[in-house]
Each structure stands twice: as structure tokens, then as C-alpha cells.
């Protein structure tokens, strides 16, 4: 028996050796797509023995020990989940960060985004009202990061924050009730076993189950918000309840939640920048004009009757006049002047109400069999008035007099006449739905075998329907002050909240956006080998598909409104607010067979958001070979984990085009694999400290909006085309690890990690010219004259077509950054005294043509410093994060090349404070968060800092319960 135990420890070893060494060799392969395969997902942190961090159960494939199904009792203070984050961290062999709720139903945070922030090299995208929505990591944009639940791909059918289109593979997070959740686990380096698809990295959010508590328990929690903007308080509660057997072989947890939150904020919007179409005229030239691309200010030729500020009626205004209204200006300064197209004041007034269950059962019926059955379904509906009074910029015919500007030419004094405002407002209802079903289990062969098993199904739908209804008000005058503040100011010469002014029809829309993700999978890992040496191999398929379908029936509407209304619009507007008018929406929709045509609103190419419809399926299998070994060097550890991963994936994708006049589905298909290669190493050279290398091959898969159809013919030859690309090829990452941590004792350590990344994959704007038939428009769908000419050409299988679509660039994006993380208990100062704080520095540069010089969406800074005491039952927690200015948009925005969003850098600070009564029953703790404290707004700008785009004041919020447990 020794005998056979020392060849099986030999053959072992020689095999992970091989499959280590494959490793190597194929990380400096050439990227070359490959054939069908097979994969498998693993989504924990490893430890040092093969064990999932803290002994947690493995939600999917894990390095488990292969003798015992770990369990996790994540129970204690607040001081406790940060050792599980630092023992977390230690015990993994790749680099991952970590987030553990202190007790069930007690996660530190009332968003799983916000948990995040505390992780170094993660960023936010905020919604208007200050929340975190999605996560980014690494100087990349969230549709980069892989979010996985319980294990599982995640998807959620939803348009983001309110002015977000959420169209490519970002992942909403504010739908999730943070109560549900035990951990969130931030993987940074892949592992051969792990999801493919996150480049920046992978986050896995772990529900709870029975057995991480055991026993019988009762969890219940219960809150009132107040929101400064709103004044209204809101409910928020929870309550969780589980229960073990005796003989501790099966049980079961179910969970309630419920919150109803204000969707309230004020601000200021643009919709971007203009500058004046000046005519040659105005110019002072002959011909032509001297402004530049992307102008859509017209200043009108004469002044016409009731423009105001004391100007003659039939005045000429040429060059010479125009600059005598503006004495100091020349006219470069005047053909580029910068003002806001849409220059409004923005109110947002709703609700955004939350209701989530789930339930989890696990069985036991022997020390070498574990199943559990994950369920989790959760609901949003948001309710709310979008209101602003808009100055009409793009298209409008103000005149301006006395205009100043400065070196950058955006105006910062001005009176105009001749000018005009809008009304638009739109009622909002939005609607989302989720749920997700994650059997599974482990059943472990013997004392060195173990297969792990695990299915999921997923769904969700989202639906919004944002009529929108503008009004004209009639010619005004306007003062205009930009010397100072977060926006400028805008003062009208009438009074914009008159109901009795002559308010005129401009325009109602009926724009509706309905969306379905659908996922489903399974996975199979098997290992062969005991806790510390192991081969590890694994299955995989997934299938996970999104729909956006869009309706408009706005030109119904509105031939419905102008006739049933006419220019009788006293009976639906009133006073507002917030200084300017409002309209009876309800009223008007009644009265102008709304729900009828809403109804019955046909299909349209774009959603209201933005967002192009269309769907796409992505069916994907893999398979995966992995190695994890542990030697002794010289008395210390060392830790490998390699292998490689082969993902090969299925395309279809289908979406209207506009084919001779008409809307009309088009498909399209595609497919390609790849091989992923990674290698993390672990070396403990000290008790205390651990050095750390990893290198990987990782991939995303290219934006779904640049592959779907649209396809549109710009000519009646159908010679010239524009068309959606399938055949984009994915975004394929080389990536570098180097680092270490010195643990200090207790939870205290301190990091640094070093990474590069070098990506490929990014696109731009370029021509194909293939035959018709490669297109995947059916030949019937063309105009008569357009097959006519095909079949002149030689018909589809020859006749050529030069095609505009996205292609991926020759160049790279490098990436390299640095994060440093300290933990440090406090004791020696004040007993129960510490601190968290971590920072991140990127920056990233194009290499060839055609790549963005800057990824955008990403702070080059951030840091996050929290404050925490935690001692004779009291808890106060003070956090604040911290993000640099960053670049929002690519260049050319509102067609002047050199225009570009910004958001202005932004620091929040939060306060969490609690008391525990713990001679009470149920030991409850009065808890007490405020968040933004300092009220920090969100700003963006359009290239200068004076050139305000949006501003967004989201106020504070203060949040009082109770929270206690069975």
C-alpha cells in the first residue's frame, strides 16, 4: 500500500509538472483562434491547501479538500470580516481581493457595488442619484468584468442609470438586496478553471446557505431612509430564516426583502455643445462659411419682428453687424463659440422600489456527498417625473449681443434675443425582473477523487415605457452668466411658469424599450489528487442569449394630439414646481387614445435609451486541464496554479435593418475559439510574507452593438452599404502579475501588486467589400432597382459590395498600473481602532493605429481610506473613496472633433454606526448610515472645465434601524 501511495504521489507529480509546463510554453504561443472545445468554469479563491477561502463551500468548482465539505460561519463583528477578507487573500493562489457580509443578512454595505469600492483597482459607474451600478476594474470599462452569481454568468436585462444605454456587457448590480449575500470575491488573475470573458477581472457574489450558519435562526432587519432632496421617509427591511437538522444532513434557508427608496435629484443638463452655422455673409466671405463641423446654432440673417433687447426689426445681420453687437469679438471667436445645444435646469421626481425572496436547501446524506439548490429571484420598479425647461441651442436662432468668450472660446457672458425655450417632460416606468435557479453538488470518490457538479437556468426581462411631451414657449430674451459655479447661469426675460403664456405644440413621443437576457449552462470539474497536489479537469457549455426590442408609435400620437388639442393647451398645463410649467400628463393621455396606441406601437430600430435593437446568442463550450502543487523550498511554500482553458463560441445575431423602405430582421452568424493559458505562483519567503507572480492569456467578447445587422444601403445600386460586423474578432489580453503582502498580525497586511496588460481586439470605424451573399440579407428584401443591378453584377453569389462597418484595429492598448492595499488594527492607539485603505494608479497608451489613446470610463487615481472602531458593543465605521478626473466619452461628440465628455474627480464619505443591545432577546443593534455625507455632486464637462455638460446634486441620505437575530 506505501508502495502504491508513493507511485501515485510520482505519476502525480509528474503530471502536474507537464501540465505547469504547458502552461508556460503556451503563454508565449501566438494568439491563434482554434477549434471546438470544452471548458469549465471555477469562480473561488484558492488556498494554500486547496481549500476554498475559510473553509467556505464552493458554490461551483473549487480545489476543496477532497475529505471533508467545508462549511462557512461567517458570525461576529465587523473586525471579523475583515480577517476573512485578509485569511481570504493569503490562502489564494492567485491575486484576489475579497468582501465577507459579518453575519448572515449583514453585509457592510447597502449596495453590492459600493462593497466593491473598498477593493483596490475597482471603480463605480455612478446612476444620477449617487448609487453604484456597475463595477470596473483595472482601467477598464465594466462590459470587461466578468460578474458571476453562485458561480453562474450573470445577466440582468436592464438600461442602467438614467442616462446610460447599457448596450454592450455591463452587469447592473443595484438590483441585488445586499442581504442575500456572505461574500463578494474579486479574482484579479485568472485560474484555467475560472469564466472567460473578464480581462480586468472576474467577481464572483456568493449567496448564503442553511450551513454557513448552523442550527435554527431567525435573522430580521428594518430601516427608514430620508433622502435630503425627496424630504420623504422610506422603508427598507428584511428577513431571513434558516434551519439545520440535528443530524446536520439537510436544510434550508428562505429569505424576504423589500425597500422603497426615492428616486429624487436636481441638476443641470446640455445634451452637449454648438457652435454658430455662420453664412458666408455673416462670415464676411464671398461663398462658404467659417465655422466649424458639427455647428447647428443659426443666427439669422435679419433681425426678425419681436426679438428683443432694443433691436430693429430687418436689421441685417452680417459680419460687420454682428460684430458690432459684440464689440471685443472677432470673427474666429465668433464662429466658435461654444454654448450649451440644450442649456436646462433637470428635475427628477419618483420612487425606485425594491422586492427580492430567495431560497436555498442543502442535503448531506453522507460525509462524501453534498447537494444544494441556489434560487434568488428579485424585482425593481422605478416610477418618476423627468422634467426640464430647455434653452434652445441646436437649431435655434438666438442673436447674441454683448457675447464674451474665453482663450477657449466657450462663452462666458452673453444676452441673447430672439430666443426660445422647450418644455420636456416625460413620466417614467420602469420595470425589471430577475431570477436565477443553481443546482449542484460534490460527491468525492475515495480519499484523492472528487467531481463537483452544478446546472443553472437564469431569465430576465426589463420594460420601460418614457413618453416624452414638449412644449414651445414664444420668443423671449436671455442673460447669460458662465463666470463662475458648477453650470452657468440662465435667466429668461419672461416667466417661464405662466400657464396663460401662448405655449405652442413642438413634439410627444412614444418610445418604448423591452429587453429579455436568458441564460442557462452546467459545468463539471473532476479532481484527481489531495489538498495540496491535484490535476483538476472540466466541462462546460453555456448558452446565454439578450433581446432589445424597440416600439414607436410617436408619429400616431402626435396626429392625435394636434388634433384633439390644437392650441388649446390651458387645459392640461399648470404652474410647477420648479419654476417653470408642468403638463397634466394623465389628462393629455387620456384624452388622445394613449393607451391604445402605446399598445399597439410598432417596431422600431433604436430603443428610447439609445440603444440599438436587436438580440444575439452566445453558446459557448470549453473544457480546461489545471494543475495546483505546493513544495517546500528551503523550509517555505511554494504554490503553483496552472493549466490551460480552451473556449470555443457560437454566434448568432439578429437585428432590423432597413431594406427597401422597410424594417426587416436580418441574421447573421459567426464563431471562433481560443486557448487561455495562466500561471499563478505563491512563494512564502517569510512567515509573514508572500511574493506573488501570475501571467495569462485572457479574453472579452466584442461589443453586441458594433455586430448587430442595422444594415441600410445608401444608393439604389446596392453597390455602398453600411452593416453591423458578427465577425469582430474578441478582445485577446497578455497580462502581468508581480507583488506581494507582508501580513503585520491579526487582519492587518499591507500590498502591492504591479500589472500590465497588452489588448488587442479594440475597433474602428473601416470598409469590407464581399459579395452580396456573404451579407445575410435575403436577395427579396431589395427594391426592384437594387436587384436589378445586383443581377447586372452578376447576381448575389458575385456582385461585390463595399460595406462600412466596425473592424478591429491593428494596434494595442497597454495598460500598467500599481495598487497598493494597508489593513491595520490600531489597538496599540485605542483598542478596537483601525484602518482600511487601498490605492490604484493606471495609465494606459495606444501602440499602432486605430486605438483609442485612452480607455475610457476610468480615474487614473483612486483611493479608498476607512476609519473603523469597533469595541463594548459600538461600531462606527467612516469611509471615504475617492476618484480623479477621467476621460467619459471617445472624441467628436455633437460632430466638433474636438469636443470630448470628462467627469470631474469626486470624493463621498459614508458613516456606519451601530450598537448592539446584547442582553436584549435577539441581541439588536441600532444601526445608523448616512451616505454623501458632504452631498458631492456629479459633474461632467465637455472638454473644458467651464463647459459644464452635466451636473447632478443627488443630496444626502440618513438611514436609522433596527437589526437583530434568533
Known sequence: MVQQARIKKTVLAHALSLVLLGAVGVAHAEDQPSTPAAAQDQTQPQTNNGQQ??????????????????????????????????????????????????????????????????????????????????????????????????????????????????????????????????????????????????????????????????????????????????????????????????????????????SKNDYDVNGYETVGFTTPQLSAAQCGNATGHCSPSGSSWVIPSTVPAGAGLGLVPGTTLNNAGLLALNPGLNTSQLANALIPRLGRDAFTNGTNDHQSAMASFEWRPADWAHFYLDTLYSQKERNFLRTDMDLVGRNGQMIPVNMQVDQNNVVTQANFANAQYFLEQRPYDQHTKFYNINPGGTLLFGDDMKLDFQGYSQRSWYRQEAPSILLMSPTTTVSFNNTGGNFPTITPGINLNDPTLPWSYYRVNIQNDARVTNNQGTRWDFQYGDDSNNLRAGVAYDDIAREIRAYDNSTAWGNEVKSVVGSNWGQFVTAGPNGFINVNSSALMAATNYAYLNATAPLAYSASSGANAGNIEESTWGMYLEGNG????????????????????????????????????????????????????????????ILRL??????????????????NFSDPSANVASEGNPKLKPYISNNLDIGGEWYTGAEGYVALDLFGKRINGFTVQGTNVVPFSQMGIPFSSLTDTQQAAINLRGGPSAAQVVVSQQVNADGLLQIKGAEANWVQPLDFIVKGLGIQSNYTVVSQKSIGNGVPAQAIGISPHTYNVTAYWENYGAMVRLAYTWNSQQISSTANQNGLPFA???????????????????????????????????????????????????????????????????
Open 53 to 258: 477561502a475559510n473553509g467556505q463551500a464552493a458554490s461551483g468548482p473549487s480545489s476543496a479538500s477532497t475529505k471533508t465539505l467545508g462549511t462557512v460561519n461567517v458570525s461576529g463583528s465587523y473586525r471579523s470580516s475583515i480577517q476573512f477578507q485578509t485569511d481570504a487573500k493569503r490562502d489564494a493562489t492567485n491575486v484576489t481581493d475579497s468582501v465577507f457580509a459579518e453575519d448572515i443578512g449583514k453585509f457592510p454595505d447597502l449596495n453590492i457595488a459600493e462593497s466593491l469600492t473598498r477593493v483596490p483597482g475597482v471603480q463605480l459607474t455612478r446612476d444620477v442619484t449617487g448609487e453604484g451600478v456597475n463595477v470596473q476594474i483595472r482601467g477598464l470599462g465594466t462590459d470587461f468584468t466578468k460578474i458571476l452569481i453562485n458561480g453562474s454568468q450573470l445577466a440582468v436585462a436592464s438600461a442602467g442609470g438614467l442616462n446610460a444605454q447599457n448596450q454592450n456587457r455591463e452587469v447592473d448590480l443595484d438590483l441585488l438586496p445586499t442581504e442575500f449575500f456572505t461574500q463578494l470575491t474579486v479574482n484579479k488573475t485568472p485560474t484555467p478553471g475560472m469564466t472567460e470573458g473578464g480581462i480586468a477581472g472576474v467577481v464572483d457574489m456568493r449567496t448564503t446557505r442553511p450551513f454557513d450558519n448552523p442550527g435554527t435562526h431567525l435573522t430580521y432587519s428594518a430601516q427608514a431612509s430620508y433622502n435630503s432632496i425627496g424630504s420623504d421617509v422610506r422603508p427598507r427591511g428584511a428577513v431571513i430564516g434558516s434551519y439545520t437538522s440535528a443530524d446536520n444532513t439537510w436544510g434550508a434557508l428562505v429569505g424576504l426583502q423589500a
Open 630 to 689: 505546493k513544495w517546500d523550498i528551503n523550509g517555505h511554500d511554494l504554490r503553483v496554479n496552472g493549466g490551460i482553458r480552451h473556449a470555443y463560441t457560437d454566434q448568432t445575431i439578429a437585428g432590423p435593418s432597413n431594406l427597401g423602405g422597410q424594417l426587416t430582421y436580418v441574421t447573421l452568424k459567426n464563431n471562433y475559439g481560443y486557448y487561455l493559458p495562466s500561471l499563478n505562483v505563491a512563494y512564502n519567503a517569510t512567515d509573514s510574507v
Open 694 to 711: 501570475a501571467a495569462s492569456r485572457s479574453m472579452t467578447r466584442p461589443d453586441p452593438s458594433a455586430m448587430l445587422p442595422n444594415t
Open 900 to 966: 470630448q465628455i470628462k467627469t470631474d474627480a469626486r470624493g463621498q464619505l459614508d458613516l456606519s454606526a451601530s450598537y448592539q443591545f446584547a442582553n436584549v432577546t435577539s441581541k439588536p443593534s441600532l444601526t445608523l448610515n448616512v451616505i454623501n455625507l458632504t452631498k458631492a455632486g456629479l459633474r461632467q464637462t465637455m472638454t473644458y472645465d467651464n463647459a459644464a455638460y452635466t451636473y447632478y446634486n443627488p443630496g444626502y441620505t440618513i438611514m436609522l434601524g433596527v437589526r437583530g437575530s434568533f
